[in-house]
């Protein structure tokens, strides 16, 4: 491979740190930086950590955190090119844009378009993890859900992951090796919103058993350390749910956390009661049910869990 080609210049791989780019440094990009820091993951030679930022008060908070920002905004294409050639590995965790941003097509995700092509400017890098949502497999009537099922969406959101997975795909056929992790619900109780507590508090009901859901969760934490095992492990194209083991229903997982916390469990309510009593974004997650299998993620990356059951997560908030 030419020197201009190669993903860590010039000079030979030893002598040269390899550079890790997050691209939609949230909660969970952070974990990624700090899990590469602190060695969570063999990777070798601890990787000098990037991360994409629109500027203001986050590129301090970057900095503080031992990560280089880098100015740039998916939204706007020509500040993304500068991207090229600069990193060897990519972690992307930025969602699509909601369909009142209007950025294009409700079923598209221009933000994952504009990523690659600046990354295929120059030499792309060795590997890209997507971060992408097991709401693409859509509705799977409580069914054992595997990676080779087909992609199923039923809204938009889950629509325009799809459309951003087709983009990587296509992206690993031309030369690079990409791993498209599927996540559920994240929770962590150092997580903003990360623990079902509020909504125990505000008292928001729950399907009664008969009509209730299959959901799936992992923690922030073992989800940080999944993106970079398939930055380094994964096999090239290739899927893999990202999920603990437990298995509940959406009520038996509220009805949990509540005796952890030792708050009342909430109220069960038929499916046509919630469908006039709730909001659609809450209704949207109660009409989908599938319990996701964790097999490749643990056989092939070797991803061990510090969290295999909520129980375990959600009691360090008890």
């Given at each position: 491979m030419p020197s201009n080609q190669n993903p860590l210049g010039a000079l030979p791989a030893r002598f040269r740190r390899e550079r890790v780019l997050i691209v939609g440094c949230g909660d969970v990009g952070l974990r990624v930086a700090s899990a590469l820091q602190h060695g969570q993951v063999h990777t070798g030679?601890?990787?000098?950590?990037?991360?994409?930022?629109?500027?203001?008060?986050?590129?301090?908070?970057l900095r503080m955190r031992g990560v280089t920002p880098l100015l740039g905004d998916l939204d706007q294409a020509a500040s993304i090119r500068r991207?090229?050639?600069?990193?060897?590995?990519?972690?992307?965790?930025?969602?699509?844009?909601?369909?009142?941003?209007?950025?294009?097509?409700?079923?598209?995700?221009?933000?994952?378009?504009?990523?690659?092509?600046?990354?295929?400017?120059?030499?792309?890098?060795?590997?890209?993890?997507?971060?992408?949502?097991?709401?693409?497999?859509?509705?799977?009537k409580g069914a054992k859900v595997?990676?080779?099922?087909?992609?199923?969406?039923s809204t938009a959101r889950a629509q325009?992951?799809?459309?951003?997975?087709?983009?990587?795909?296509?992206?690993?056929?031309l030369g690079q090796r990409a791993s498209i992790l599927r996540i559920p619900?994240?929770?962590?109780?150092d997580r903003a919103g990360g623990t079902p507590r509020a909504r125990l508090l505000r008292g928001t009901p729950v399907l009664r058993s008969e009509d209730d859901v299959f959901t799936s969760h992992i923690h922030a934490d073992d989800l940080a350390r999944a993106c970079l095992l398939a930055l380094w492990r994964g096999r090239p194209q290739r899927t893999y749910n990202v999920c603990d083991d437990s298995e509940l229903r959406m009520g038996d997982y509220f009805d949990l956390a509540a005796d952890i916390y030792g708050l009342p469990r909430p109220a069960r309510i038929s499916r046509p009661q919630a469908?006039?009593?709730?909001?659609?974004?809450?209704?949207?997650?109660?009409?989908?049910?599938?319990?996701?299998?964790?097999?490749?993620?643990?056989?092939?990356?070797?991803?061990?869990?510090?969290?295999?059951?909520?129980?375990?997560?959600?009691?360090?908030d008890g």
């Open positions: 030679r601890r990787p000098r950590v990037l991360a994409l930022t629109r500027g203001g008060p986050r590129m301090a908070e991207l090229a050639g600069l990193a060897t590995r990519i972690v992307h965790l930025a969602p699509p844009p909601n369909s009142s941003q209007e950025l294009g097509p409700w079923w598209l995700d221009p933000r994952t378009t504009v990523l690659l092509r600046a990354l295929h400017l120059r030499s792309r890098p060795r590997s890209l993890v997507y971060g992408s949502t097991s709401g693409v497999y859509g509705d799977c595997f990676e080779s099922r087909p992609a199923a969406p325009r992951r799809v459309n951003a997975e087709l983009a990587v795909r296509f992206a690993g056929r619900g994240i929770y962590a109780p469908q006039r009593e709730l909001p659609l974004s809450l209704l949207s997650f109660m009409g989908e049910s599938r319990r996701l299998d964790n097999g490749r993620l643990k056989h092939e990356l070797g991803l061990r869990l510090r969290y295999p059951h909520v129980a375990l997560g959600l009691s360090e």
